[in-house]
């Protein structure tokens, strides 16, 4: 059973917008924090932003009032709203659920997000 499922990723061209969705599933507990990460080819992994239990927001300098990460905990989902994307930002994007007071984390399968120039 996945325990964070991704959606909305696509091909689109510069300057347009994608949102993503990440449904976590109802098993996890004790979430700490909830992030983007993306990995483009050839490229370490990198957090795109994440957003605490609290809804404290960070962002990776290069997204930052291009990106937008929100959670809706009524529906246990965790969304990434992308506007202005770049071809640079073309990777992997992945769903991530940190655990409070636990080494391991949670991973979606990635979605594939694709920026033409």
């Known amino acids: 059973q996945e325990q964070l499922v991704e959606s909305g990723g696509g091909l689109v061209q510069a300057g347009g917008s994608l949102g993503l969705s990440c449904v976590v599933s109802g098993s996890i507990r004790g979430i700490r924090a909830m992030g983007w990460y993306r990995q483009a080819p050839g490229k370490q992994r990198e957090l795109v932003a994440s957003?605490?239990?609290?809804?404290?927001?960070n962002y990776l300098a290069s997204v930052r009032g291009r990106f937008t990460i929100s959670r809706d905990n009524a529906k246990n989902t965790v969304y990434l709203q992308m506007n202005s994307l770049k071809p640079e930002d073309t990777a992997v994007y992945y769903c991530n659920a940190a655990i409070m007071y636990a080494p391991y984390a949670y991973w979606g399968q990635g979605t594939q997000v694709t920026v033409s120039s």
């Open positions: 957003i605490s239990s609290s809804g404290s927001t």
